[in-house]
């Protein structure tokens, strides 16, 4: 398969899905699906039986500060524009050192 056949390739209509995440301050995200799948915790949200019947497709993250969730928003773009690249060398994820244990606690607690 060819780069431009794979580029073409979606799952499951993903890419034009948008899930909401809610911050603890009700701060809301948009992301798209394919983007916050990288979530293992959301995956395994999506799939418990109060949210596969849910069609407001919002997520509440008491835990989670609104600063906090804009980072990890744009790591979840981040990785999956990034995951699979063949591309040599890929660009560091940027961040401000003093937020590294708020992201470090929201990642592993997101399983990303």
Known sequence: MSD???EKVTTSGDDKEVLTLVAADGKEF???KKA???SGTIKDMLRTPQ???EDSGKINF???S???MEKVVAFMEYKSKYD???RVQVPPFPFEPDYAIELFLAANFLDL
Do not use: D, Q
Request: hydrophobic share 35%; glycine share 10%; aromatic share 0%.
């Open 66 to 68: 609104s600063s906090t």
């Open 51 to 53: 949210m596969e019947g």
């Open 30 to 32: 948009a992301v798209p």
């Open 62 to 64: 008491r835990e989670i």
């Open 36 to 38: 916050a799948l990288a």
């Open 4 to 6: 431009k056949e794979k």
């Open 84 to 86: 699979g690249t063949t």
